[in-house]
Structures are given as C-alpha cells and as structure tokens.
C-alpha cells in the first residue's frame, strides 16, 4: 500500500490542550462567550438535517456582499478560514511550487503546503516578532505561487503596517496569490495595523480571509469567508468538498451579524483585558509584543516546556511553542489573576 511518502510523515493538526472543568482554557484562542442571545434557537429554527445545505452559500454570501460592498462572486465561506486557505493553496501551487509565509506563524500553515504537493519557504519573523515584509518581498522566487501574511499574527500577536504592507504589494509580482490571513482582525486595535477590507478591489491578485470563529464565537459550527478577485475565488471553490458548511452554520452566522452591537461589546471586553494582561506582563519584566489579536504571547524561550507545565498546574491549558515561548489566548476575567500569579513565579525563578 503505498502513500505519498510526505503525506504519511505529516501529522494530523493537533489542538491545544484541555484543563480540568473548573480550569480555563487558553489554548486554541477560543472566543470566551457563549454564544449571542438568540443564535443559537434562530439557528434551530433553519434546519432540516435530512437535507444537504446550500452548497452555493446563497444567503451568506450575498449578506457578506453587502456588508463588504463587494459582488456575490467575490466572497465564498468555507469550513473555517482553514478551508479556504487550503482551497487557496490548492487552487495556487502543487508540485515543483512554493509558498512563502513568516515562521513562526498559524500551526496550519505547513500542514495545508504539504497537502498541496508544493514546499514551504519560510521566513524569520523581526526580533520583535512582527512579518518582516521586505524580506518576504524578496523571498519570492520563479516558483513562488502563494504569499501568506498573517495579520495579527498567530501566535506572536503583531500586527503588519498599512503602509508596510502597500509596499509589499506593490513589490510581489502581480501573478503571485497573496493571501492576507485576518482571523484575528475584529480584535485590531492598532490605528496604524492594515485592515484588508480597505484593500478590496486595490489588487488582482490579494485575496483577505476572515472567520466567525474567532469575534463571533462560532468556532464550533465552522464558518469562514474570503474576499477577493471573482476568478482567484472561483478556483478556490472548485477544490472545496463539497457541502463543508452546514445551514446550522450559515445560520448562526446571519444571525450573528444580525446582532453586531452586542458582537462589538464582546470584542471590547476582550480587547481590555487582553491589553491589562499585557500591561501586568509587561510589569513582571516580560518582553511581550505588541498583542493585536486574542492572545498573547510569552517568550518563556528554553523553558517553556516547564513553564507550560506549571500554567497546566494550575489549571490553565496555554500553547507551548518548545524553546520560543507560550501563546495565552484571553479567556475568562477571572483568568487574568491566575495567569499573573503563574507568569510572577516563573520569572522570579529565571
Ligand atoms: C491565523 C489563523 N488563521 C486561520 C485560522 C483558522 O480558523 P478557522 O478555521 O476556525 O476559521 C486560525 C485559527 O486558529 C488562525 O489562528
């Protein structure tokens, strides 16, 4: 029986760590909250589970036309944003091409490359953790298919410039897929971060990914889009199973961004509590980057493997990244002093 050799050496994606009930967990950058008022029941009241969804997403996307002014052939929503960067890679690259993105960045990223046939070419994220664009410019070679910047980034917290960013595009070569991952964008603070929705029609060939699983907290019921070129997106949807989102998750998205003010209020709070951590960090002697995401990120270096530990002692799953540091989603407001207690004695002990 033979497999395709990188294939058989890949590992499935694996998820972050559980605690004990009464424990938080920080782990997989999980929206806190359940879900909004009503969400749930106006996604019931949709279903017919003897039926298959609608495999064009009508409803979804034209809603998502509207809000982003753009045609209905220039958004399509996936099983997460996950889905549509690997429709993307597949549409993009196969074998003999590469696709170039920061490292370290989203734990996917490789795993979606390799599926695809083409290779990683990855480069070093700046000391303070943020996208060094001019050398992802100057990455892309002859073979280059694809360009992924994530911003913020997962897991350092960075967001990229706007105005770096315009640079970089205008430096990549217009035949050249660049994906603009925004998972984590509702939670940008940053004035001068780039927002894609500003970039839309700018660029043949810039394609923005965004998720409701992140602000909208719908991480279980998988829906993310994509905005961009119609054609780009087209291809994209060719490579997509078919059916990956379900009405129940088309639904609850609708009805979400049915209750946007309530929505903002979340974001807000996480947003404040994630900049407070940060700050108390920060105070403890922690050199924690800019966190423009839900998380932030503590460079723990050689020990972060008993670093993580001792936060899993006290009953917080966090993202350990072995001899870089640890990735703390924001959870819970009672979370927040527990972290610090942890985060105190670690330092003392450095
Ligand atoms: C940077 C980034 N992009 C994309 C995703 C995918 O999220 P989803 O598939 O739930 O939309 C994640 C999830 O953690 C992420 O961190």
């Keep these: ?31 806190p909250y359940p879900a909004l008022p009503g969400v749930l029941e106006a996604a019931a009241a949709h279903v ?31 099983a997460g944003s996950s889905s549509l960067l690997q429709q993307l890679f597949l549409a993009a690259a196969g074998r003999g091409d590469e696709i ?3 490292w370290r960045s989203f734990e996917a990223y490789p795993g979606f490359v390799t599926i695809t046939g083409a290779t990683s070419a990855h480069v070093p994220l700046t000391d303070a953790l943020e996208h060094d664009l001019p ?22 917290g960075p967001a990229v410039s706007a105005d770096a960013f315009e640079a970089f595009m205008r430096a990549v070569p217009a035949e050249v ?23 839309i029609g700018e660029y043949p060939n810039l394609v923005i990914t965004r998720t409701f699983s992140k602000a909208y907290g719908l991480a279980g019921l998988r829906v993310g889009y994509a ?24 639904a609850a998205a609708l009805a979400s961004l049915d ?47 008993a670093a993580a530990d001792a936060f899993f002692d006290a009953d917080i799953a966090v993202r350990p990244f072995a001899d870089e540091g640890i990735r703390i989603s924001i959870g819970e407001e009672e979370s927040i002093e527990r972290i610090l207690e942890v985060s105190a004695t670690l330092h003392r002990q450095r």
């Design 48 to 78: 017919e589970i003897n039926r298959y969804p609608d495999g064009a997403a009508v409803a979804l996307r034209t809603r998502l036309a509207d809000r982003y002014g753009v045609e209905f052939s220039e958004v399509i929503v996936g």
């Design 100 to 102: 170039v993105y920061a």
């Design 135 to 156: 050398a992802l410019a100057a990455a892309v070679t002859e073979r280059t298919r694809v360009v992924v910047v994530c911003s913020p980034n997962n897991p350092t």
């Design 227 to 250: 905005i961009g070129p119609a054609r780009l997106l087209a291809a994209a949807r060719a490579t997509a199973i078919p059916f990956a989102v379900t009405e129940l998750g088309f």
């Design 177 to 199: 897929l660049v994906v603009l991952d925004e998972a984590y964008q509702e939670f940008v603070t940053d004035p001068l971060a780039v927002d894609g929705e500003k970039l």
């Design 259 to 305: 209750r946007k003010p309530l929505l903002d209020e979340r974001v807000a709070e996480i947003v404040v509590r994630r900049d407070r951590l940060r700050g108390e960090l920060i105070e403890q002697g922690w050199a924690v980057p800019s966190a423009q995401g839900n998380f932030v990120w503590l460079p723990t270096g050689e020990h972060t493997t």
């Design 1 to 31: 029986m033979r497999l395709r050799p990188e294939i058989a050496a890949l590992t499935a994606y694996s998820q972050g760590r559980s605690p004990s009930p009464d424990g938080f967990k920080l782990s997989s950058n999980e929206n």
